[in-house]
């Protein structure tokens, strides 16, 4: 973030006749994120997340661990469901407007549960296995129908499921085998 | 175990002590603990962590009166005593509330730096120091087409130094520190002391005359805490020995003596 600032205006001021950018749209994304953050502390009663951060590393640690099969990511994909529907509901009682740490973990546990569910839609619509993830269902490698990078988009609040193409070197890609 | 965790923040006119207990699993760390008490007890404690792993330099706090990484130091060995570190005394590591070493596990934030909330302390004045000393390579040749090549021996030496990873521990633990607030201290003096020595470095004269006074070389006392505080074993006494000694040779060869 830091650094990122410091060359976006670098480049500006070095362009000749640059125009320089709207800043609304970010002071737009500015006063949501205020107004989220005043919404989640107001929130009093409800359970207390860090309960639902436990339960979502034991639902990824058993569920999605390198040896995966369908029906156990069903349930994974479920969990996570419910996690979030938890989440939802759920609070914390540190309302400090400075260091507020319960808060960081608040939005880093959001953050989370969405990357749980990327992570989960992905490994299960790939019926094959490939480096770490080893399926138990699908044993083999499946170049025919599983050579192409998964992209997980967000559309209306809800994830989608795409494909692309994997743009290949120098080498044919073939299977390792150890 | 039992803790006394120091409580501050702004508009209170004096920290309070807060009292937790609990039973810990083995090998927790007291960055463990903090985390513990603030899911089950309290969630406004503040401290700060990043890498939890004793690279980072972010989690330095003064623990049972020793300033240490709260990420590397384990409950277990410490509430048993075995953790102990003799220091040379200064005020912030004498008795400052009543504490029972063999009860209880005491956590304060890193002395000598003004304290923001509970354990984070505003970091400023130490780097303000680290960026006098120019921390940076100032190499004299031109860029060499490949790389620049260092004798391993020199790198050995080198290595003593580069290894700090500013987490101001040291700076926590010296008495010239608390007693003279303008002293550069430990970590900004021997990573001067590192560019001195580094062969690739084109200035390495005039860098020991960056920090020729006063609050440079000559205030250390050689207490030595900063030595034995330091988690990565950076010797910074050393570093601040070798330079005085330096420095008088140029002197005295100046003067024709
Ligand atoms: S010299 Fe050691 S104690 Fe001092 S800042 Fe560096 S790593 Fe920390
Ligand atoms: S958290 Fe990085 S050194 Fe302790």
Redesign the interface.
Known sequence: MVFGRIVADKIIEEIPNAEKPETEPVMGAVRSMHNKIETILQRDDGE?F?SIKTDLTVTMQEKFGIFRDNDTMKEGLHEIGQLKERFSKSC???K?P?????LIQFLELEAMLKIAEVVAMGAIERRESRGSHKRNDYPDRDDENFLKHTIINMKDGKLVLNYKPVKLGMFKPKERVY | MKFKIFRF??GMEKPIYDKFEFEPPTGMTVLGALFYL???F??????HYSCRGAVCGTCAMLINKVPRLACRTQLEPLIQGELKIPLSPYSAIEETVAWDPEEEILIEPLPHLPV???L?VDMDKFFDYYLEVEPVLQPADPEPALERLMDPDAVKELELYTNCILCASCFGSCPVDGAKPDYLGPAALAKLYRFYIDPREGNNESRLFLADKPSGWWDCEFHGNCRRVCPKDVPPLIGIAKAREKLNIIKNRKDGK
């Open positions: 207390k860090f914390f009682n540190n400090e400075t260091y507020n740490h319960a | 923040k702004e603030q899911q089950n309290d969630d406004s404690i503040a401290f923001k909330k509970d984070i």
